[in-house]
């Protein structure tokens, strides 16, 4: 599912390994250097040398939020406990992403790894893999990685004769995307329900049975090992200046090469969609592409030439998420978008902070009633003002960035909105009452058809008479439409006949 | 311990490392609104979800504002209170709450007392703008509580309350997002629950979701029926705390008060629960010195420790997790029950009166009293002993409705002959009274001589578990004293496993006693309310003149007219009582 | 005769009298020995430790199809935790189910890529067929419909899946073909109903 690796902006470093070998036989991943930088660690490093080469190198957290890897791992193992955790982030819930999964099915070795080393410079002998029950394969994958690893003494007590103990463990998500956020994923692990918790205490401080615990990415432990045997510089020389390195992301949508890509940060979105996406299906206008699933904003027409990295994406009302990235076309409505991405919310929200339960609920209301064609003008101030609250006020990154949708289609998609409430129109064809199904008198030649076929009798007309459709009652099924043979019924925005 | 200094609304001060911002501004005088935050502070019981949002302030620095309830200081913090983006972001988000909530003020339970309506006035909301879908649910009752669950807030203080303090664990949050609630296991009854009544869950709740089961009506209607001869009964507790409901400070003793108010109200007999206090020192005080003589003659089935058996909360708590165990509480039945088996035996004789057309009611800080008054064994041929019981709370509306000018009443004294009470009974209302009522009794009993000093201040304390050893003129009487029911779950899992050396023990299922009890004036979370009441007893014990239960004349009265001796057959058929196995677990197999 | 108050006081009397007949609260759970032995086992595997609770509840939806309030009781009892705990954890996540999917559960797919590329209308298409609404399932238990949120199939949009099968790049005039392959005479993949 990933596209030509012949491609020439690609480079590949999360995904050096996928479809290049059999996930299940160790061997052929211990060929491609798996568990070499774990070795190299062990042997030359310090704990502290060894975050400092992290530091060094760049890497920021590639799960969303961006935070710098290497000062995560040293606060905590700046903490003192008897016991600390390794927590990899696999629950993948951004809907449009699979990064992860592909990175778990295709190179389990490069995050078991990549955790062992975490453990040593934090001082865990303990690692725990929270990953989505949605993904049966790289569940299996997971298992017999870790058996093999263990089998060979990569993974378990004294790996390669170090005196290092480190072992892992896999938890399941059960289908709740807030389990992604680091504080519910804790909880969840604990057997209870994945309410997130103010932050601080952090989990580097307090985390999983309130012992510190670093939680991290799966693509960002998939960048560890590099590092380690390239050396921080070789990474550092890549991207931009605030983001080093690579991102790997997932092409959705309309879009012609629809699968993971994984390029240095700072490469335009040009041309990740035009030369690397092979651009937008059936030659259709480019309208947005969603970025950070549903806590991330959209990039326009104007944003083309942005280089794509973690400040810039913020700039631009969006954020970098998870990767996931869907083109969206002409025949897109971005106020349903931003429904769509409220939806979304008010079904994964936890429900314990009011901001998020209700304030989001009621912005999907108000969203809703736009769509319908109810809605006012007073609706678009009350959108802006309850989003900036809920962005203020909610307790999570969930509620924090759920508003973004609505902020980032109204700042660039302002019209949509402006014709969705004052000319109730869609330009889109998307919103089902604000189009309507109009016959054309010329073409017509009352044969009744469509009347016959309409299920809630909106179709009326004398015999070899032209017809009319009346949208009061019309329920937009498209019956009518398929059963015309003169092509004489066609989807207006406005109620009036075309001539 | 390390100091931060930091500024809250231009005021500069310094405080101890950890401590939140709420509790700084506290210290400035600036009073933070909160709504889901709850602290009892005396008692170690603090509720912090972080969850409401009402309390969110502007820290200079920080991208989006902070709950102050639960976000620390740092040194040179700037905190602002009260900025228009705080207040903008304050109002919209109790109008968000508003929106999802029924608009039933005027007729709901917790009209006057609600934390959601008081918020709502003080910020001044005219108008909720963000209008939608409200989520609904089924209503419950039960014997003592009403659930209204359209009314929860989310605030999780209930859930808190009966699963880490009482570890009952008959309330958790349920479902997700918009429509989650917290709620019994699979949404059923609460009174198919594991639910004991103790109604903790309703004292702390912010709004109108926990309510008592109301039976004033029920009342009102007996005082109507001239039939009906009405008499009433009031605990230890009430006299401590009624006064608040009339703007008396916490702790005010209004005991003469309160007996002119029940008067005017129209019962005919105003009587003590006191007086039946009493009654229950002298039975379960001969049971323990019968358990006790028992053990120490080393009879193999001499069944020590002795548990008080007066709260029905700790009672159901007991009979759902000890099933094990119900042979080691006393069998003496608690002084409400007492009293009316005395009330409708004794006392309607006395009066020449039928027991069907004797109705007695109860006041008490307690709302699982409701449940009590209504178990099968407490009932004569379908006849309640006690037919209502009503709440502080609920005698409050009976005397406002009944326009009677409360706080201009003359002191007036309890009618006789079950009116007359001791010190030891006053006590039942604190923890570890009822203990300390008993050794009272028990050792001038079992050691012939006279105390010196007639408090027992070994006994007394606000730790959740307590010990105590008394000598007894060279016997060492080991006594425990646990209340909240977390606490009582440790002593009974030490009994269970055999580890328990106590000879005695005293449980309460509400932390800080009856005075805490759920049917009690609302605290809104301020302990130091439970403290002053607490007092209030203690005050009232010393201002009598007798203070040993077996020195009431009108009990010894009692038992030469009436009972006999304590322990004796007449005492054991009205005054002891037995327990069921409540317990969750029976499986039966199906066969397929 | 004593006057009706006006306000009288409904909710008093709607509860029932409490009762000391131990019978009445206990839960009767019915479930064959198999079944609890299963349950036990389970437990039994993960040390009866409670923050094992969601792996449990994983493996014994797998085994006995889903998670009803019997099953749910004896989980808390193994694991010493309240019913209203497992209750509260099994109602959070959408995995867990109380009401047993069809034979044929069907799930489509609503992430964005999905959704972009026409999921709604094949939820409808579906709804249509079926007869039934998302969450149900059909009188005769054969399939039941729900909404999962994104399987990281994105390439193949849109996606929906029958039990473990997922079917890519479907358009609603699919949905009736797709579903003929598990009508009863065509079935090769049939399973009999989990019941318990």
Same mark, same amino acid.
């Given at each position: 599912?990933?596209?030509?690796?012949?491609?020439? $902006?690609?480079?590949?470093?999360?995904?050096?390994?996928?479809?290049m070998?059999?996930?299940?036989?160790?061997a052929?991943?211990?060929?491609?250097?798996?568990?070499?930088?774990?070795?190299?660690?062990?042997?030359?490093?310090?704990?502290?040398?060894?975050i #400092?080469?992290? $530091?060094?190198?760049?890497?920021?957290?590639?799960?969303?939020?961006g935070?710098?890897?290497g000062?995560?791992?040293?606060?905590?193992?700046?903490?003192?406990?008897d016991q600390?955790?390794?927590?990899?982030?696999?629950?993948?819930?951004?809907?449009?992403?699979?990064?992860?999964?592909?990175?778990?099915?295709?190179?389990?070795?490069?995050?078991?790894?990549?955790?062992?080393?975490?453990?040593?410079?934090i001082?865990?002998?303990?690692?725990?893999i929270?990953?989505?029950?949605?993904?049966?394969?790289?569940?299996?994958?997971?298992?017999?990685?870790?058996?093999?690893?263990?089998?060979?003494g990569?993974?378990?007590?004294?790996i390669?004769g170090?005196?290092?103990?480190?072992?892992?463990?896999?938890?399941?998500?059960?289908?709740?995307?807030?389990?992604?956020?680091?504080?519910?994923?804790i909880?969840?692990?604990?057997?209870?329900?994945?309410?997130?918790?103010?932050?601080?205490?952090?989990?580097?401080?307090?985390?999983?049975?309130?012992?510190?615990?670093?939680?991290?990415?799966?693509?960002?432990?998939?960048?560890?090992?590099?590092?380690?045997?390239k050396?921080?510089?070789w990474?550092?020389?890549?991207?931009?200046?605030?983001s080093?390195?690579?991102?790997?992301?997932?092409?959705?949508?309309?879009?012609?090469?629809?699968?993971?890509?994984?390029?240095?940060?700072?490469?335009?979105l040009r041309?990740?969609?035009?030369?690397?996406?092979?651009?937008?299906?059936?030659?259709?206008?480019?309208?947005?592409v969603?970025?950070?699933?549903?806590?991330?904003?959209c990039?326009?027409?104007?944003?083309? *030439?942005t280089?794509?990295?973690?400040?810039?994406?913020?700039?631009a009302?969006?954020?970098?998420?998870?990767?996931?990235?869907?083109?969206?076309?002409?025949?897109?409505?971005?106020?349903?978008?931003? $429904?769509?991405?409220?939806?979304?919310?008010?079904?994964?929200?936890?429900?314990?902070?009011?901001?998020?339960?209700?304030? #989001?609920?009621r912005?999907y209301?108000i969203?809703?009633?736009?769509?319908?064609?109810?809605?006012?003008?007073?609706?678009?101030d009350?959108?802006?003002?309850?989003?900036?609250?809920?962005?203020?006020?909610?307790?999570?990154?969930?509620?924090?960035?759920?508003?973004?949708?609505v902020f980032?289609?109204?700042?660039n998609?302002?019209?949509?909105?402006?014709?969705?409430?004052?000319?109730?129109?869609c330009?889109?064809g998307?919103?089902?009452?604000?189009?309507?199904?109009?016959?054309?008198?010329?073409?017509?030649?009352?044969?009744?058809?469509?009347?016959?076929?309409?299920?809630?009798?909106?179709?009326?007309?004398?015999?070899?008479?032209?017809?009319?459709i *009346?949208?009061?009652?019309?329920?937009?099924?498209?019956?009518?439409?398929?059963?015309?043979?003169? *092509?004489?019924?066609?989807?207006?925005l406005?109620?009036?006949?075309?001539? | 311990?390390e100091?931060?200094?930091?500024?809250?609304?231009?005021?500069?001060?310094?405080?101890?490392?950890? /401590?939140?911002?709420?509790?700084?501004?506290?210290?400035v005088?600036?009073?933070?609104?909160?709504?889901c935050?709850?602290?009892?502070?005396?008692?170690?019981?603090?509720? +912090?979800p972080?969850?409401?949002?009402?309390?969110?302030? !502007?820290?200079?620095?920080?991208?989006n504002?902070?709950?102050?309830?639960?976000?620390?200081?740092?040194?040179?913090?700037?905190?602002?209170?009260?900025?228009?983006?705080?207040?903008?972001?304050? +109002?919209?988000?109790?109008?968000?709450?508003?929106?999802?909530?029924?608009?039933?003020?005027?007729?709901?339970?917790?009209?006057?007392?609600?934390?959601?309506?008081?918020?709502?006035?003080?910020?001044?909301?005219?108008?909720?703008h963000?209008?939608?879908?409200?989520?609904?649910?089924?209503?419950? =009752?039960?014997?003592?509580?009403?659930?209204?669950?359209?009314?929860?807030?989310m605030?999780?203080?209930?859930?808190?309350?009966?699963?880490?303090?009482?570890?009952?664990?008959?309330l958790?949050?349920?479902?997700?997002?918009?429509?989650?609630?917290?709620?019994?296991a699979f949404e059923?009854?609460?009174?198919?629950s594991?639910?004991?009544?103790?109604?903790?869950c309703?004292?702390v709740?912010? /709004?109108?979701?926990?309510?008592?089961?109301?039976s004033?009506?029920?009342?009102?209607?007996?005082?109507?029926?001239?039939?009906?001869?009405?008499?009433?009964?009031?605990?230890?507790?009430?006299?401590?705390?009624?006064?608040?409901?009339?703007?008396?400070?916490?702790?005010?003793?209004?005991t003469g008060?309160?007996?002119?108010?029940?008067?005017?109200?129209?019962?005919?007999?105003?009587?003590?629960?006191?007086?039946?206090?009493?009654?229950?020192?002298? !039975?379960?005080?001969?049971?323990?010195?019968?358990?006790?003589k028992?053990?120490?003659?080393? @009879?193999?089935?001499?069944k020590l420790?002795?548990?008080?058996?007066?709260?029905?909360g700790?009672?159901?708590?007991?009979?759902?997790?000890?099933p094990?165990?119900?042979?080691?509480?006393s =069998?003496?039945k608690?002084?409400?029950?007492?009293?009316g088996?005395?009330?409708? =035996?004794?006392?309607?004789?006395?009066?020449?009166?039928?027991?069907?057309?004797?109705?007695?009611v109860?006041?008490?800080?307690?709302?699982?009293k409701?449940?009590?008054?209504?178990?099968?064994?407490?009932?004569v041929?379908?006849?309640?002993?006690?037919?209502?019981?009503?709440?502080?709370?609920?005698?409050?509306?009976?005397?406002?409705?009944?326009?009677?000018?409360?706080?201009?009443?003359?002191? @007036?004294?309890?009618?006789?002959p079950?009116? !007359?009470? /001791?010190?030891a009974?006053?006590?039942?209302?604190?923890?570890?009274?009822?203990?300390?009522?008993?050794?009272? /009794?028990?050792y @001038?009993?079992?050691?012939?001589?006279?105390?010196?000093?007639?408090?027992?201040?070994?006994?007394?304390?606000?730790?959740?578990i307590?010990s105590?050893?008394?000598?007894?003129?060279?016997?060492?009487?080991n006594?425990?004293?646990?209340?909240?029911?977390?606490?009582?779950?440790?002593?009974?899992?030490?009994?269970?496993?055999?580890?328990?050396?106590?000879h005695?023990? @005293?449980?309460?299922?509400?932390?800080?006693g009856?005075i805490?009890?759920?049917?009690?004036?609302?605290?809104?979370?301020?302990?130091?309310?439970?403290?002053?009441?607490?007092?209030?007893i203690?005050?009232?014990?010393?201002? +009598?003149?007798?203070?040993?239960?077996?020195?009431?004349?009108y009990?010894i009265?009692?038992?030469?007219?009436?009972?006999?001796?304590?322990?004796?057959? +007449?005492?054991?058929?009205?005054?002891?009582?037995?327990?069921?196995?409540?317990?969750?677990?029976?499986?039966?197999?199906?066969?397929? | 005769?004593?006057?009706?108050l006006? %306000?009288?006081d409904?909710m008093?009397?709607?509860?029932?009298?409490?009762?000391?007949?131990?019978?009445?609260?206990?839960?009767?759970?019915?479930?064959?020995?198999e079944?609890?032995?299963?349950?036990?086992?389970?437990c039994?595997?993960?040390?009866?430790?409670?923050?094992?609770? &969601?792996s449990?509840?994983?493996?014994?939806?797998?085994?006995?199809?889903?998670?009803?309030?019997?099953?749910?009781? &004896?989980?808390a009892h193994?694991?010493?935790?309240?019913?209203?705990?497992?209750?509260?954890?099994?109602?959070?996540?959408s995995?867990?189910?109380?009401?047993?999917?069809?034979?044929?559960?069907?799930?489509? %797919?609503?992430?964005?890529? %999905?959704?972009?590329?026409g999921?709604e209308?094949?939820?409808?298409?579906l709804?249509?067929?079926?007869?039934?609404?998302?969450?149900?399932?059909?009188?005769?238990?054969?399939?039941?419909?729900?909404?999962?949120?994104?399987?990281?199939?994105?390439?193949?949009?849109?996606?929906?899946?029958?039990?473990?099968k997922?079917?890519?790049?479907?358009?609603?005039?699919?949905v009736?073909?797709?579903?003929?392959?598990?009508?009863?005479?065509?079935?090769e993949? %049939?399973?009999?109903t989990?019941?318990?």
């Amino acid at each position: 599912m990933e596209t030509p690796v012949n491609k020439p $902006k690609q480079l590949r470093i999360a995904l050096r390994n996928c479809g290049m070998l059999d996930p299940e036989n160790i061997a052929e991943s211990i060929v491609r250097d798996a568990y070499q930088a774990l070795g190299k660690v062990l042997k030359e490093y310090s704990p502290q040398e060894c975050i #400092n080469i992290l $530091k060094q190198s760049g890497l920021r957290g590639r799960g969303g939020a961006g935070f710098p890897t290497g000062l995560k791992w040293e606060i905590a193992s700046k903490s003192k406990s008897d016991q600390k955790y390794v927590v990899c982030n696999a629950d993948e819930g951004d809907p449009g992403a699979f990064m992860d999964r592909s990175i778990l099915e295709g190179d389990p070795h490069s995050v078991l790894e990549a955790m062992a080393i975490c453990g040593y410079c934090i001082g865990a002998d303990k690692g725990l893999i929270y990953i989505r029950a949605e993904y049966p394969l790289a569940i299996k994958r997971l298992k017999i990685a870790i058996s093999q690893a263990m089998e060979w003494g990569l993974l378990g007590k004294n790996i390669l004769g170090s005196g290092f103990n480190f072992e892992i463990k896999l938890c399941y998500g059960a289908g709740a995307f807030v389990c992604g956020e680091e504080t519910a994923l804790i909880h969840s692990m604990e057997g209870k329900r994945g309410e997130p918790t103010n932050k601080p205490p952090f989990p580097a401080t307090s985390g999983f049975m309130k012992k510190p615990t670093n939680v991290n990415n799966v693509e960002t432990f998939a960048n560890i090992a590099p590092i380690i045997l390239k050396g921080p510089e070789w990474f550092s020389s890549i991207g931009t200046k605030n983001s080093k390195g690579t991102k790997v992301f997932a092409l959705a949508g309309k879009i012609n090469h629809v699968g993971l890509i994984e390029v240095p940060m700072g490469t335009s979105l040009r041309e990740i969609i035009y030369e690397i996406g092979g651009g937008i299906k059936e030659n259709k206008k480019f309208k947005a592409v969603q970025t950070g699933g549903p806590s991330g904003g959209c990039l326009t027409e104007k944003h083309l *030439d942005t280089p794509i990295d973690y400040e810039n994406l913020i700039a631009a009302g969006s954020m970098m998420g998870s990767g996931g990235m869907i083109v969206m076309d002409e025949n897109d409505c971005m106020v349903s978008v931003a $429904k769509f991405y409220l939806d979304f919310i008010v079904g994964e929200s936890c429900g314990k902070c009011t901001p998020c339960r209700i304030g #989001n609920k009621r912005l999907y209301e108000i969203l809703e009633r736009i769509t319908q064609g109810k809605g006012v003008m007073k609706d678009l101030d009350k959108l802006k003002n309850l989003s900036y609250i809920i962005k203020d006020t909610a307790l999570c990154g969930l509620g924090q960035t759920s508003p973004n949708p609505v902020f980032s289609t109204l700042e660039n998609f302002y019209d949509e909105y402006y014709e969705h409430v004052v000319e109730k129109k869609c330009r889109a064809g998307h919103c089902k009452n604000l189009f309507h199904y109009v016959i054309n008198e010329e073409l017509c030649v009352g044969c009744a058809a469509c009347k016959r076929c309409c299920p809630v009798h909106a179709i009326t007309g004398e015999k070899r008479k032209p017809h009319y459709i *009346d949208s009061n009652i019309c329920i937009r099924c498209n019956e009518c439409i398929e059963k015309c043979s003169f *092509d004489a019924i066609s989807i207006q925005l406005e109620p009036k006949i075309l001539v | 311990m390390e100091m931060i200094e930091l500024s809250i609304d231009n005021k500069v001060l310094r405080v101890k490392k950890g /401590t939140t911002i709420l509790k700084a501004a506290r210290k400035v005088g600036i009073e933070i609104p909160t709504l889901c935050h709850m602290e009892l502070h005396n008692m170690n019981i603090e509720n +912090k979800p972080g969850s409401c949002r009402v309390c969110v302030v !502007e820290v200079d620095g920080r991208r989006n504002l902070a709950p102050a309830c639960i976000t620390e200081v740092t040194p040179g913090m700037v905190v602002n209170t009260h900025t228009v983006r705080v207040l903008n972001a304050r +109002k919209t988000i109790v109008e968000l709450l508003i929106s999802d909530h029924p608009y039933d003020c005027l007729v709901c339970a917790k009209s006057g007392n609600c934390d959601l309506q008081s918020i709502a006035h003080k910020f001044g909301i005219r108008r909720v703008h963000f209008k939608g879908e409200k989520s609904t649910y089924r209503k419950d =009752t039960s014997p003592s509580i009403i659930r209204d669950v359209d009314k929860c807030i989310m605030c999780r203080r209930c859930e808190m309350m009966c699963n880490e303090v009482q570890t009952v664990g008959a309330l958790s949050a349920v479902n997700r997002g918009f429509i989650s609630v917290v709620a019994p296991a699979f949404e059923m009854n609460l009174e198919q629950s594991s639910c004991t009544y103790c109604g903790q869950c309703v004292s702390v709740c912010p /709004t109108g979701a926990l309510t008592e089961v109301d039976s004033t009506n029920k009342v009102l209607l007996a005082l109507m029926d001239k039939s009906k001869t009405v008499i009433v009964q009031t605990a230890p507790s009430v006299r401590a705390a009624l006064g608040e409901e009339f703007g008396l400070p916490a702790g005010t003793l209004v005991t003469g008060k309160m007996v002119a108010a029940l008067r005017r109200i129209g019962f005919k007999y105003v009587f003590d629960t006191d007086f039946a206090a009493d009654l229950t020192i002298m !039975e379960e005080g001969t049971e323990l010195l019968g358990r006790l003589k028992a053990h120490l003659a080393g @009879e193999s089935n001499a069944k020590l420790p002795i548990l008080t058996s007066c709260c029905p909360g700790w009672v159901n708590f007991m009979e759902h997790n000890f099933p094990d165990l119900l042979h080691i509480p006393s =069998t003496a039945k608690s002084p409400q029950q007492m009293f009316g088996a005395i009330a409708k =035996t004794y006392f309607a004789d006395l009066i020449g009166v039928k027991r069907q057309d004797l109705v007695v009611v109860s006041v008490m800080p307690c709302l699982a009293k409701k449940y009590e008054c209504q178990r099968d064994e407490f009932k004569v041929d379908g006849n309640p002993d006690v037919d209502f019981s009503i709440s502080t709370r609920e005698l409050a509306d009976l005397i406002k409705q009944s326009n009677i000018d409360f706080l201009n009443l003359p002191d @007036e004294d309890f009618d006789t002959p079950l009116g !007359e009470s /001791t010190g030891a009974s006053v006590i039942f209302g604190n923890t570890g009274g009822v203990i300390e009522a008993a050794c009272r /009794t028990a050792y @001038e009993l079992y050691t012939g001589k006279k105390l010196d000093v007639i408090e027992f201040e070994s006994l007394r304390g606000k730790e959740g578990i307590r010990s105590a050893k008394l000598d007894f003129d060279g016997l060492t009487l080991n006594i425990g004293i646990a209340h909240g029911l977390s606490n009582a779950r440790k002593l009974l899992d030490d009994v269970r496993a055999g580890k328990s050396d106590y000879h005695a023990i @005293e449980i309460m299922a509400c932390v800080g006693g009856c005075i805490a009890g759920g049917g009690q004036p609302y605290h809104h979370g301020d302990s130091k309310i439970l403290r002053q009441r607490r007092n209030a007893i203690y005050r009232e014990d010393k201002n +009598k003149t007798i203070r040993k239960s077996h020195e009431n004349p009108y009990i010894i009265q009692l038992y030469k007219d009436f009972l006999g001796q304590p322990c004796g057959q +007449k005492s054991h058929e009205l005054l002891h009582t037995v327990y069921y196995d409540k317990s969750r677990e029976e499986i039966t197999i199906h066969h397929d | 005769m004593v006057p009706k108050l006006i %306000c009288d006081d409904e909710m008093a009397d709607v509860h029932a009298p409490a009762t000391s007949d131990k019978d009445s609260l206990k839960v009767t759970i019915k479930l064959s020995v198999e079944k609890i032995n299963a349950i036990n086992r389970i437990c039994a595997s993960y040390d009866n430790d409670p923050e094992e609770l &969601i792996s449990v509840l994983h493996e014994t939806q797998n085994t006995l199809g889903y998670l009803p309030a019997e099953v749910q009781e &004896i989980i808390a009892h193994n694991l010493k935790i309240s019913a209203a705990h497992v209750y509260g954890v099994v109602t959070f996540y959408s995995y867990f189910t109380m009401v047993p999917k069809g034979d044929h559960p069907i799930s489509v %797919c609503m992430g964005t890529a %999905c959704y972009v590329r026409g999921a709604e209308k094949i939820l409808d298409e579906l709804k249509k067929e079926l007869n039934i609404n998302i969450g149900e399932t059909t009188p005769d238990q054969r399939f039941s419909i729900s909404c999962l949120r994104c399987v990281g199939a994105c390439g193949l949009a849109p996606v929906m899946m029958v039990g473990e099968k997922v079917y890519g790049r479907v358009s609603p005039n699919d949905v009736r073909k797709i579903l003929e392959e598990y009508r009863e005479d065509n079935c090769e993949e %049939c399973k009999p109903t989990q019941q318990l």
